[in-house]
């Protein structure tokens, strides 16, 4: 049965630090709907009511597309060993970068990611649970190295090269804000 909160309640909170995987999902006003995972040591509560990811460089950047269009954001966590849950964030969110006054702060909260091309902050205004009975259960094996590995072979201004090349605008054509 859900249950609806109007913050992240320590129990809550407890259960999404323990997470290794987490899904993001937006949507621009037109054009296609994005969820992505995102895994890595890449989110933090910040408070009852706000939570921040970091966002490494990647094939596409629609997230930060959507919320300029539209700022609403979702983060469902999934328990995938022990009891089963379903947890939902949803809210307000923006997209910080490294040109932005707050990203020095930002960053300074996750340990070093290589690429890091934004930092989105969620305002929460509701979180949500459901049961999670159909989700499966799965062994954590360990995080994978390779986007650590990719980033270190591009080195800097392959980085840059690349989020120009392929991160300026979404799929549908939407600016980014990146640069």
């Known amino acids: 049965m859900a249950q609806r909160y109007p ?3 320590d129990r809550l909170a407890k259960f999404i630090e323990a997470q290794q995987l987490f899904f993001v999902a937006t949507a621009a006003r037109d054009g296609h709907v994005n969820v992505s995972p995102k895994g890595l040591d890449s989110l933090r509560i910040t408070s009852p009511n706000q939570v921040v990811w970091v966002n490494g460089t990647g094939s596409g950047n629609e997230t930060a597309a959507h919320l300029l269009d539209s700022p609403r954001m979702t983060i ?5 060993v022990r009891e089963p849950l379903i947890l939902r964030l949803y809210g307000t969110a923006r997209a910080v970068h490294p040109r932005d006054d707050e990203w020095a702060g930002l960053i300074g909260l996750f340990p070093p990611i290589r690429g ?14 459901s049961c999670g009975y159909g989700v499966p259960k799965f062994d954590f094996v360990e995080q994978r190295d390779l986007m650590d590995a990719w980033a270190i072979k591009k080195g800097p201004d392959g980085l840059a090269d690349y989020q120009d090349k392929h991160n300026l605008v979404s799929m549908d054509g939407l600016p980014t804000g990146l640069r």
Do not use: G, K, W, Y
């Open 116 to 129: 890091a091309r934004n930092v989105f902050v969620l305002d929460v205004d509701l979180v949500q649970t």
């Open 7 to 9: 913050e992240i309640t």
């Open 76 to 80: 469902m966590f999934c328990s995938f």
